[in-house]
């Protein structure tokens, strides 16, 4: 019996609670929303691909020895001219090696008059005249292949340019191959960047493209162009060297080349105009019209194409894109305008 009381007592508290509780007061039912859909439209527009100016002379200048820095004349920014020394290395072991050397030079070229006026007094033989030569010829290349080390540690600059990078600094030591200076020629300079082959497709060196840099515009022509190049994103690369509006441009800065065949990828054939968009913080994206409601769809959109945004994920060209979407909502019910 005990069993059933408790039972009874905890089914009347809850009947108790139960008829205690008041019900919430049903929401407003949402008005649906009158809206309007965006026109359909491809892309016809050229596209746009990313690019990097940099000048067309640029080096990494290294020395093919192991020795100690002795000096570097030059600093970042700095302007040099052509056969300008840039950083001079510790030359003490070769400047000794290059005095023994030109007193071999002497020593083999006195053996070899000798040997060459007893020669001609039929002492020598042909034999011994033609080792002299051979002893003056070795004693030549020993000289000229350390007077070619000490020119290795001597660093001059190879075209007239602005130096961009210092690697070392005085009293380092530096080993064969090791990058000591970077340099930028100047004048000239041009755009690098990658293309697919859509993209590429109908481009030719020598064709003139459009640019935008920095808030500037010109046009630069093709100078390079390879397809393919890369086996993992099969773009390859292009080069353009700017003919026109490069004043006030820095090597360095990013732009974008102006290429019809951007728009042949399939990425880029959907557009929405810029009135559509939604934006959450990092996030864009459209409100569809979904049977009878608004649905919020977020997208992968790629470089503006004036008031269009192409569409590279996430939207599929039949379906219907709400234009100016205001204060909707997701799920916000919709009556479609005709």
Known sequence: MKPILFLSSVTLVLA????????????????PATVRLVHEESSSQPGWVAVTLNATQ???????????VKKVH???GQQVAAGALLVSLSDEDLQSGRKAAETAVATAAT???????LASQDAATQAELDMAQVQLAQAKASLAGVQANIG????????AGVVQTRRVNDGDFVGPGMPLIDMEGQGAMEFTGSVSEAEAEGLKIGQSLPFEADGKSGMAQITGLATGGDPVSHRGTIRARVTRGLEGLRSGVFGRLQVPGATAS????????????VRRGELNGVFLAKDGKAELRWLSLGEAQ???????????????????PGDLRDGQPIEVRK
């Open 16 to 31: 108790g609670l139960a008829c205690g509780r008041q019900e919430p007061a049903m929401a407003a039912a949402v008005p």
């Open 74 to 76: 030059v600093t970042e």
């Open 152 to 159: 290795y540690t001597q660093i001059r600059a190879p075209f």
């Open 306 to 324: 004036g008031d269009r945004l192409p569409v590279r994920a996430g939207l599929a060209a039949a379906e219907q894109v709400i234009d100016a």
């Open 111 to 117: 053996q070899l008059h000798r040997m060459e006026k």
């Open 266 to 277: 399939a990425s880029q054939d959907l557009t929405i105009p810029k009135s559509a968009l």
């Open 58 to 68: 640029r080096a990494t200048l290294a020395t093919r020895l192991a020795a100690s």
